[in-house]
């Protein structure tokens, strides 16, 4: 039987051999026209992870919101980038072991791994003239058919005897959406780190590059920032060669362009501009949850709808009207999205933290309550026919993402929260005009990403009690 160490260290091993055997092949081909056989094809797969469990008894009782059999059982998965994914797996591997004296296996599938997976020098194989057709012959492609969220979403059905699935995603899953967040976010995927903040605007993006720049000068804890492109500031770097690397950073080819501020262990902060609405919070999301981050938190703006909301307001979300339609099918609008007392909390203090403002003066400018996200950014057109529910939920302010972004969290387990900032009060004649909606983002916007960050460093300190059993489902996957 292996320890969670040697296991890891084993699919460590396997995948480099695939990886391997995979590169060598194509190259072999691109120079030789050379295709593989039919035993080499075989040497191309991801390592499988296999963990078995005898007896649960008395330890799935027990508090944490992971790492846990909820009955015996043969649990498998396939893995990729396990040196990457080491410290997750560790977490995951040793609870289970310890508490359950579970049995784990480590060996080879006989799921294929597809080149361009591995193969990022697709360039190259197009210079040498092959067509992405000639390569699906001969070496493994992507297939649609073999990625999906049926475990995520609770739709994979196991009969008696059936090996269960140890996580939420496997490899080929996970490869595909490592593949989409360089697409998206303009950088290395191995960059992003475990605390994520999403926002809507670039105005975000100028803010959270001069505090990362601030905190690279003065915490060591920190060790560079990644910016969309590959352009990378480290502690050394010269404020001069800093301003030049942001100014020339490409940040506008990329959809959602991603901003790193990178620590050991992926304790940093990730900031990403997801851009307007909620397909593209769905978009981004979906693919985030496969690096299992501790938590993501959207900061963006919103139209506040009360009369005593003033524009710069604040508003705390503890529950979503969702009117976005992006997530119905898989998310049905009745399953209610519960608020993270852990985020909430935290959220609020950091609130409180910034502003220095005391309970009661901060209650004038931070609302508590429930957020409409709307698929349509004119929804004011169309107040007639919105005024009834949004009566009916109490709102008290709308957006586009924040909605989407909880309901995927619930959805992916990953923790969630959403602190907005009132930019304009449409119902009572404060609509966002460019004069005042450009004093309002000069104002406003560096305080509300400094409560944002704040935030996240204290549910740093908190993670034992971040991961709520809230997220788990009863016949849920041990791992995270």
């Given at each position: 039987?292996?320890?969670?160490?040697?296991?890891?260290?084993?699919?460590?091993?396997?995948?480099?051999?695939?990886?391997?055997?995979?590169?060598?092949?194509?190259?072999?081909?691109?120079?030789?026209?050379?295709?593989p056989t039919a035993g080499e094809r075989a040497a191309f797969c991801y390592p499988l992870l296999r963990v078995t469990c005898h007896h649960?008894?008395?330890?799935?009782?027990?508090?944490?919101?992971?790492?846990?059999f909820q009955h015996p059982g043969v649990y498998e998965t396939t893995v990729t980038h396990p040196r990457h994914f080491r410290p997750y797996l560790l977490e995951q591997l040793r609870p289970l072991v310890e508490e359950y004296d579970a049995e784990i296996e480590v060996e080879t599938s006989t799921l294929e791994i597809p080149y361009p997976y591995v193969i990022e020098r697709i360039d190259e194989i197009s210079r040498a003239g092959v067509s992405a057709a000639e390569m699906g012959i001969h070496f493994p492609k992507p297939e649609l058919s073999l990625v999906g969220d049926e475990v995520a979403d609770g739709q994979w059905q196991a009969g008696p005897g059936v090996v269960l699935p140890l996580a939420l995603f496997d490899a080929i899953r996970v490869d595909y959406s490592l593949r989409r967040l360089v697409h998206y976010t303009g950088g290395d995927w191995r960059q992003a780190q475990k605390w994520i903040l999403l926002t809507n605007y670039h105005r975000y993006v100028d803010e959270f590059v001069r505090w990362a720049r601030a905190r690279l000068a003065e915490d060591d804890t920190y060790l560079h920032l990644e910016l969309p492109g590959g352009g990378r500031i480290d502690r050394d770097t010269s404020e001069e060669a800093a301003e030049r690397i942001v100014a020339s950073s490409p940040w506008h080819r990329f959809q959602m362009p991603a901003y790193h501020l990178v620590a050991a262990e992926g304790e940093g902060v990730t900031l990403i501009n997801?851009?307007?609405?909620?397909?593209?919070?769905?978009?981004?999301?979906?693919?985030?949850?496969v690096l299992r981050p501790d938590c993501w938190l959207m900061v963006g703006h919103c139209a506040g709808l009360r009369q005593s909301q003033q524009i710069g307001d604040y508003v705390l979300a503890h529950a979503y009207l969702r009117q976005d339609g992006i997530?119905?099918?898989?998310v049905p609008p009745e399953v209610p999205i519960p608020a993270l007392a852990e985020v909430q909390v935290a959220l609020q203090e950091a609130a409180a933290a910034v502003t220095g403002e005391a309970a009661d003066s901060l209650k004038e400018r931070l609302r508590t309550g429930t957020v409409v996200t709307n698929a349509d950014r004119n929804w004011e057109l169309r107040y007639t026919q919105e005024s009834r529910r949004i009566n009916l939920s109490r709102a008290v302010a709308l957006d586009m993402e924040s909605g989407t972004i909880a309901a995927?969290?619930?959805?992916?387990?990953?923790?969630?929260?959403?602190?907005?900032?009132?930019?304009?009060n449409p119902l009572h004649g404060e609509i966002k005009l460019p004069g005042a909606a450009n004093a309002f983002y000069e104002r406003a916007v560096a305080q509300h990403l400094l409560i944002g960050l704040a935030a996240l460093d204290l549910l740093r300190g908190r993670q034992d009690a971040l991961h709520s059993r809230k997220l788990r489902s009863f016949d849920e996957p041990p791992f995270r």
């Open positions: 039987m292996l320890t969670p160490e040697a296991a890891v260290d084993r699919l460590e091993e396997l995948y480099a051999q695939a990886a391997r055997a995979l590169t060598e092949a194509v190259d072999r081909y691109l120079r030789d026209r050379v295709p649960v008894g008395s330890a799935t009782r027990n508090r944490r919101a992971f790492a846990k997801i851009g307007v609405g909620p397909s593209n919070a769905k978009n981004i999301t979906d693919h985030l949850a997530l119905d099918e898989l995927n969290g619930y959805r992916l387990r990953v923790p969630y929260g959403t602190l907005l900032c009132v930019s304009d």
